[in-house]
């Protein structure tokens, strides 16, 4: 049998096998398991009773974060010239229409996040194999195609996340840093649980949150307690 490393040891002290925790003792747990040298991410994966290939059972949706992401998210705005003053007090880092357009077709998405207006969504349809792999397609749902360009860029940078089920039917999130309080952990991961929990379809069957982990960059999964957050 081979040695546990210093990690492996670390996180079989800590975190015992198979147990179910708390959302409140997870989100503390996590901090105490992250052996990075570099500041990681707070992860969680959110496996759901829906089969996403029926239209009806399809979860996607957004969250506005109360600590944030604890990330830097850049924004592109692409929008009309009246709304490019507002867009770029409210925090977007680069604003325009046609000569990012064209950036783009060439090649460039150096963003994390683009939001536009109905009326540029024509100009945009173009670009939808180069946005579309990148999860950078702009989409009412999101509320990345929006008349308030503005507020949408504060959102967005103020720490609101869009999130859809995956194929396998999990949800997966980056919700804080490690550097973040337990507190600031827990109530981010709250809020996108509940987020989750109220956006179950209809068509739903059976038990709808399977499992949740939460987990920081190259750390293993802590298992969490669904009950403990309903």
Not at 11 to 22: C, I, L, N
Not at 32 to 49: C, H, N, P, W, Y
Not at 159 to 169: H, N, P
Not at 197 to 221: C, D, E, H, Q, R
Request: proline share 5%; aromatic share 4%; charged share 25%.
């Amino acid at each position: 049998m081979s040695k546990l490393t210093k990690n492996q040891k670390l996180v079989a002290d800590k975190v015992e096998a198979g147990k179910a925790y708390s959302l409140k003792e997870a989100a503390g747990l996590v901090k105490e398991i992250t052996t990075t040298k570099f500041e990681a991410s707070v992860d969680i994966d959110v496996r759901l009773g829906v089969d996403p290939r029926k239209a009806n059972q399809m979860v996607r949706g957004v969250v506005s974060l109360p600590n944030g992401t604890g990330k830097v998210t850049r924004v592109l705005a692409l929008c009309t010239p009246d709304q490019e003053v507002a867009a770029k007090e409210a925090g977007a880092d680069y604003v325009g229409l046609d000569e990012y357009i064209d950036k783009i077709k060439q090649g460039w998405t150096d963003v994390d996040v683009i939001i536009t207006m109905p009326s540029c969504m024509g100009k945009l349809g173009p670009l939808g194999r180069i946005l579309g792999p990148r999860g950078l397609m702009p989409n009412p749902k999101s509320g990345t195609v929006t008349m308030d360009v503005a507020k949408a860029v504060k959102e967005v940078k103020q720490g609101k996340i869009d999130f859809k089920v995956d194929k396998a039917g999990i949800v997966h999130a980056s919700i804080g840093k490690v550097s973040f309080t337990p507190e600031q952990i827990f109530e981010n991961a709250k809020e996108f649980l509940q987020t989750i929990i109220k956006l179950k379809p209809a068509a739903a069957k059976g038990t709808y949150m399977k499992s949740v982990f939460i987990s920081s960059t190259m750390s293993a999964g802590i298992k969490v307690d669904p009950k403990s957050v309903e």
